[in-house]
């Protein structure tokens, strides 16, 4: 049983580095063609750039929160999972 306990353990450890590790670089594209797109907005109409910038700030936190969901997603995958106490007997903690 704990041999099958530590299975899970490290299946999920590797889950969870693995979702944090795709969210954070989708969310690092997004985020760069965001402003990029931003930039090249505020260059050709210079009095937009209020707008644009609202607009920008409003969707990179948008972005931002996918990104804090993996983490959530992968923190609950390490922390909280049905065999924990099997796995933290394993370990030695009590």
Known sequence: MEADA???FIACV????L???????GCGIAQ???????VEG???NPES??????TLL?????IES???????VSLILIYAHPQAAAIASLLGAH
């Open 6 to 8: 530590l299975k899970f």
């Open 14 to 17: 590797t889950a969870a580095g």
């Open 19 to 25: 979702c944090i590790a795709v969210a954070a670089f």
């Open 32 to 38: 760069g063609l965001g402003l990029k797109s931003a």
């Open 42 to 44: 505020i260059a050709r």
């Open 49 to 54: 750039s209020g707008k644009v910038t609202v």
């Open 58 to 62: 409003i969707g990179l936190a948008m």
């Open 66 to 72: 996918l990104c804090i969901y993996a983490l959530v």
